[in-house]
Each structure stands twice: as C-alpha cells, then as structure tokens.
C-alpha cells in the first residue's frame, strides 16, 4: 500500500532563516506532488507541483523553492523564511499523469512558526 | 482563475440529524471534477466525495451526498446521520484540464450530541 511521510510535524524559526521541510512516497512510481500551504482558518493554496523529477511548477511567486531529487522525494525549501511564511504546509500525493478526478492523498502536514 | 467559495464559515448540527454545507464555483470549463474534503482536528486531509460535471447522477458515499447544480455552479454536500466523528473543516475543490486542484476557504462544521 502507498504511504505519504512528512517531516517535521512542528518547526520554529527565526526570521531570515532557512528552511527544509521533506516529503517521501512510497509504494507507488512517478507519482504527482504537490506542496500546499494552509494559513490559519482558510483554504489551501497550491504552491508547487511536479509530475516528475527534476520538473517543477510554481503557482504562487514567493520566497519559497521546491525540488524533487529522486522520484518520490519532494523537498520545500527557503533561503530566507519571512513572517509571512507561517502557517500550516501539506504534502500530497497522486497517481502520474493527468487525470481530472484524481484523488489526492495528503501527508500528515507541518506546522511551521516563523518568529 | 477558477475560484471556489464556501460561504458559510461555521456549520453546527445535532448528532443525528442532517446538514448540508455549500458551495459554489466559478468557471468557463464544461469538463472538470468537484470535490469535498474532510479535514478533522488531525489535520489531514481526507476525500470525502467527489462528483464529474459530466454526471448529471449526484455522487454517493454512504451516510454523505451531494447536489450537484452545474447550471448554478453549485456543489453542497449533505451529511444524514451526523456522528460526532464528522466533526471537522471540509472544503469544497474544482479541478479542470488547466488547473491543478482549487479548494475554497472551508467551513467547519461542529456536531453537538
């Protein structure tokens, strides 16, 4: 069975900090991923994608990167996090290619503090 | 850009009865996917339902359905039944060939026993 885990569940750091947050899949190929931040109380913003390695897609400008080393490794990185980087990040997961009524699988989210 | 609204923040229902939660969307599309997820106080995300605009069938998922107005672009779901565990955020999402998944801003919905 395919399993998502992400790490780690909480994080506090400092203003002009970096930032590294993992996400690994297992169990299944070449899957979608996702990275999606939700702020507190609201939706999920979409912030990157990728439908394979080394294939990015950003949907929001920011100051946030993502990169996918190996197949089923998506990493959410910063240089610089600012205080408008706090808030609630999940990973996610689905089936390769591109399929309207996939469903997402979702990691276990992070908690990140920017003070 | 396709958007997604949940106007109701805050839902609250008797564990027993039944509540329906709205939404409605924006789009141009006449092929795309509309979903309902489930978030509990664990925080992780959970497919509820999800519904092709293509079906004029509402979706169907034990103690949960959905009516689906595509003229109205209107998508709420129903819960019969209400259990405590249903307690949780659940948001409404759109998904078409152009876009990765949109969720609205989601309503949380409180099961008083």
């Given at each position: 069975s395919q399993t998502i885990h992400q790490w780690p569940a909480t994080l506090v750091q400092p203003v002009g900090s970096p930032l590294s947050l993992e996400c690994t899949v297992e169990g299944t190929s070449n899957p979608n991923l996702y990275w999606y931040r939700q702020a507190a109380g609201r939706g999920l913003q979409l912030l990157f994608y990728s439908v394979g390695i080394?294939?990015?897609?950003?949907?929001?400008?920011?100051?946030l990167s993502a990169s996918r080393p190996q197949d089923r490794q998506f990493i959410l990185s910063?240089?610089?996090l600012l205080l408008s980087d706090s808030g609630f990040y999940l990973c996610a997961w689905s089936l390769s290619g591109n399929i309207l009524g996939e469903k997402l699988f979702f990691g276990s989210g992070t908690q990140l503090s920017v003070l | 850009a396709q958007t997604v609204t949940q106007s109701q923040p805050?839902?609250?229902?008797?564990?027993a009865e039944t509540v329906t939660l709205s939404c409605t969307y924006d789009t141009s599309e006449s092929d795309y996917y509309l979903f309902w997820y489930k978030q509990p106080p664990s925080r992780q995300m959970i497919l509820v339902i999800r519904q092709e605009a293509y079906k004029q069938q509402n979706a169907t998922e034990n103690r949960f359905s959905v009516n689906f107005q595509k003229a109205a672009k209107?998508?709420?779901?129903?819960?019969?039944?209400?259990?405590?565990?249903?307690?949780?955020m659940y948001f409404c999402a759109y998904r078409d060939?152009?876009?990765?998944?949109?969720?609205?801003?989601?309503?949380?919905?409180?099961?008083?026993?």
């Open positions: 080394g294939q990015i897609s950003s949907e929001v400008p920011q100051n910063s240089k610089k | 805050e839902m609250s229902v008797q564990e209107s998508f709420s779901l129903k819960i019969s039944d209400s259990q405590l565990g249903d307690a949780a060939a152009g876009n990765m998944l949109t969720f609205g801003g989601g309503t949380r919905l409180m099961v008083k026993p």
